[in-house]
């Protein structure tokens, strides 16, 4: 099993659509979790951290389910600009960050 | 600029050739990583360091491939005797981890992209 596993996408969405992005972890330990947003050709950047409490930002959406392994992220109103791939992020408990393959969203008009 | 920072961005070298990468991170960060990425594929994991240790190496990775982080600050990856299938892109991120267990987010640099011909 990969310890990181997301959706495998892609998703074509349009414009004002809502969608939901999942990614499960194998590693009970992991202590914190993020969502990365990666534009082609580009390095991955910080979207936003996920928190135990689910928390929000803008039209962005995260939640985390540590019994069931899981983390979501919810994004509403999509905009063109929203297209890229978003990666879910896994910090291992005594092991290094892991990445999930990604999931990539066009969002068109 | 504050930034993570790798030097080179492209490199193009013959199969058997050795080459060596550098990674400057974020001067108040004492944890780096370096993470290997093809077209289509999240970034896959090679090591980590915290401070000058190296905490962690990939299983999956080659006796060919080895990384120094000598005095806490920068780092080197090198690969030996290249082959086509190391063509990728080599990305370096640093984070700053706490004595409580935490980790911040990590800050990615432009990555360095290695052909091999």
């Known amino acids: 099993r990969k310890e990181v596993e997301q959706d495998p996408g892609p998703f074509n969405v349009p414009e004002g659509a809502t969608v939901a992005f999942n990614c499960t972890y194998s590693n009970s330990a992991s202590q914190s979790f993020f969502w990365y947003r990666q534009d082609c050709r580009k390095e991955p950047k910080l979207l936003m951290s996920?928190?135990?409490s689910g928390n929000e930002d803008g039209r962005f959406t995260a939640q985390l389910n540590r019994a069931s392994q899981y983390i979501s992220l919810l994004i509403r109103d999509s905009k063109l600009s929203d297209s890229a791939t978003y990666l879910c992020?896994?910090?291992?408990?005594?092991?290094?960050?892991?990445f999930g393959a990604g999931t990539r969203l066009t969002v068109k008009p | 600029d504050t930034g993570v920072s790798q030097d080179p961005r492209h490199k193009i070298t013959k199969r058997g050739q050795n080459v060596t990468f550098r990674c400057d991170p974020i001067s108040e960060h004492n944890r780096l990583y370096w993470y290997r990425q093809t077209l289509g594929q999240g970034p896959e994991f090679l090591t980590y360091f915290q401070n000058e240790a190296q905490l962690e190496k990939s299983r999956l990775l080659s006796d060919r491939f080895s990384a120094e982080r000598p005095k806490g600050s920068f780092s080197t990856l090198e690969i030996q005797r290249t082959e086509q299938g190391d063509s990728a892109m080599y990305l370096c991120?640093?984070?700053?981890?706490?004595?409580?267990?935490?980790?911040?987010?990590?800050?990615f640099g432009q990555g360095t992209r290695l052909t091999v011909v």
């Open positions: 996920v928190y135990s």
């Open positions: 991120a640093s984070s700053l981890w706490s004595s409580r267990g935490m980790n911040t987010e990590a800050f």
């Open positions: 992020v896994v910090n291992m408990a005594g092991l290094g960050m892991r």
